[in-house]
């Protein structure tokens, strides 16, 4: 044997060593392999979300199911035999729609009350319209198809073939109050969880066939219709510049703020430039004949001014070299949020003019009714030095904009978490009815962003965050649903399972086909609202996600929030009605 060949026989610590790592391997494995292990739940839920969002990008016939993909790898892993903690994925599906409905509520916040306004009635009429047709349906397979002992598999049909999980939790507790104790109770309470399983998957599936029936029937092409709604929507309208030379004898001697037109027009004069000097255009400010003024603000206003002032100059004073500069601030400091530019009146403070005001890329006038809010850009004219006084009251602190607000962020879904807890008592009822940790949620980032700031609380979030956040929490939701559902999948269908499975596909289907219909035809309800009705009256937050990928547009989660508070309640009212009125 050669002077430098070892063997483990002659060295024991080496043996020691090698067995060591073997034991250790063998323990690592089997803690990965391990329904109880956190390693195991999140390896598992990680193959789900990348093998369904892998099937999610497959097209066919140009339609792919986009996030949807998810929920069937769940059952297709589920079916296969892996599962994951019980607790773990009841902890996975409640925060991901959490995170899902919250940051919905958060994006369409401040623009829900004026969609409510223009066109909340029909789209809360017609949401509604689709939920009675439900329990029409419900009732109608239960008296014509089922047995009579079979009414809590058909509250649970309807909670599963509308994918409304707080209607199964409140169907649930009326029927335990009206079952009472015993072994004849504990029977009565599986069913609903049996059905609501067997029908749930189809729940989804049914509302974006109706989706792509009625793109495919009306020929719809949905940037055509995301461009007709974009449309209809009212924009303030774009400011523009102009440069006027004083020629009205009448106004020699005349202050600006004195002006005609100017109060509101929108208009905003910034420049003035009087014997070959420009200056701050201020409200006590004197014109002369001769005069050059630059004045920003609506191509109507301007004209009415031109029409007033002289002529349109043909010298442009921001390209003159001058004392005075102008600048773009933005608004980031909590001291000046929800205030006008007229309260904090940086003309008379500074002596700077503040000349426009951009938000989400549209321009406004710096007029009283337009408060500041988190992320807005200020055109601001005036002396270099003034301007940097003026942006350390502002903030203009850019970074601010690239870092999500995390303390109101997990304080906005305590809040929703509570409001969905909180319990309701109606007339007749006899449990209080909850919103749920879906409902809760949304309405709290509805109410909190519409707010914009409570004090330092900013509800701010960048949209590349939101977007994020949107998209874990819902491949979060579909991975446990369907990894929960999926080992039961195929026996349950081969039982009373299939027959249920097409009584909740009537269930689901019959009323989208409807009203969604009738939606298009008599109403004349445009594509991307359809799409939001049709996935907020099933209080559907994957069917959104669908709907949002298939259209491109985020109008759909503006009506699917316009829709989601009246239905989660019908929905509650309505299996808890069912479960009082027929269980005895």
């Not at 839920?45 to 097209?59: D, F």
């Not at 599906?93 to 829900?112: D, K, S």
């Not at 003035?272 to 001769?290: E, K, M, N, W, Y």
């Amino acid at each position: 044997m050669p002077p430098f060949s070892v063997t483990p026989m002659h060295h024991p610590a080496l043996t020691h060593t090698l067995a060591a790592l073997a034991a250790g391997s063998s323990s690592w494995l089997k803690d990965l392999f391990s329904q109880d292990s956190v390693a195991h739940a999140v390896l598992i839920l990680g193959l789900v979300a990348a093998a369904g969002l892998a099937i999610g990008t497959v097209r066919v016939f140009k339609v792919s199911l986009g996030v949807a993909g998810v929920l069937f790898a769940g059952l297709a892993f589920g079916q296969m035999g892996f599962s994951i903690n019980q607790q773990v994925t009841e902890f996975a599906r409640e925060f991901g729609l959490i995170l899902f409905v919250y940051t919905i509520g958060i994006q369409v916040g401040p623009g829900f009350i004026a969609s409510l306004r223009r066109n909340g009635l029909p789209l809360n009429l017609m949401a509604a319209a689709i939920v009675l047709l439900g329990v029409a349906m419900t009732l109608l397979v239960y008296f014509a198809m089922m047995h009579r002992q079979d009414l809590p598999a058909a509250v649970g049909l309807f909670a599963g073939a509308t994918t409304n999980t707080p209607s199964l939790a409140a169907a649930g507790e009326a029927l335990r109050q009206a079952a009472g104790d015993g072994e004849r109770a504990a029977q009565v309470l599986k069913q609903p969880g049996i059905a609501y399983a067997v029908a749930y998957p189809f729940g989804i599936i049914g509302i974006i066939l109706t989706m792509l029936l009625v793109r495919a029937v009306f020929r719809i092409d949905p940037q055509h219709e995301a461009e007709l709604l974009a449309a209809m929507q009212p924009r303030p309208e774009p400011l523009q510049t102009l440069n006027l030379e004083v020629r009205n004898p009448n106004l020699d001697g005349v202050r600006i703020r004195d002006l005609p037109t100017l109060g509101d027009s929108g208009v905003v004069i910034s420049r003035v430039l009087h014997d070959g000097q420009i200056q701050v255009a201020r409200g006590d400010t004197i014109l002369h004949s001769g005069d050059v003024i630059h004045a920003v603000g609506p191509r109507r206003g301007l004209e009415q001014l031109r029409l007033i002032v002289g002529v349109e100059s043909p010298i442009d004073l921001k390209g003159l070299p001058a004392a005075i500069t102008s600048r773009r601030l933005l608004v980031t400091r909590t001291r000046a949020l929800g205030r006008s530019i007229q309260e904090l009146d940086p003309l008379k403070r500074f002596g700077l003019m503040v000349t426009r005001i951009s938000r989400a890329e549209i321009e406004l006038p710096p007029t009283a009714e337009v408060k500041l809010q988190f992320g807005d850009t200020l055109v601001v004219v005036g002396e270099e030095a003034a301007i940097a006084r003026f942006a350390q009251e502002v903030g203009d602190a850019p970074k601010q904009l690239n870092h999500p607000q995390v303390i109101p962020l997990f304080l906005g879904i305590a809040l929703g978490v509570l409001v969905g807890a909180w319990p309701l008592s109606l007339p007749g009822l006899p449990a209080p009815v909850k919103l749920g940790l879906a409902g809760g949620p949304l309405i709290v980032a509805i109410i909190l962003s519409r707010l914009g700031n409570i004090g330092p609380l900013v509800w701010y979030m960048p949209i590349s965050a939101n977007f994020l956040l949107r998209e874990v929490g819902i491949v979060l939701f579909l991975a446990a649903v369907g990894l929960r559902s999926g080992d039961q999948f195929l026996q349950t269908l081969a039982g009373p399972g299939l027959l249920w499975m097409g009584y909740g596909a009537m269930i689901t289907l019959v009323p989208l086909l409807v009203v969604g219909f009738a939606a298009r035809i008599f109403y004349k309800l445009n594509y991307l609202s359809l799409c939001g009705l049709l996935a907020g009256s099933m209080t559907d937050p994957p069917a959104l996600a669908f709907a949002g990928a298939m259209t491109g547009s985020e109008s759909p989660s503006i009506a699917y929030a316009t829709v989601y508070p009246l239905v989660m309640l019908l929905r509650v009212l309505s299996a808890q009605a069912m479960v009082i009125l027929l269980f005895t």
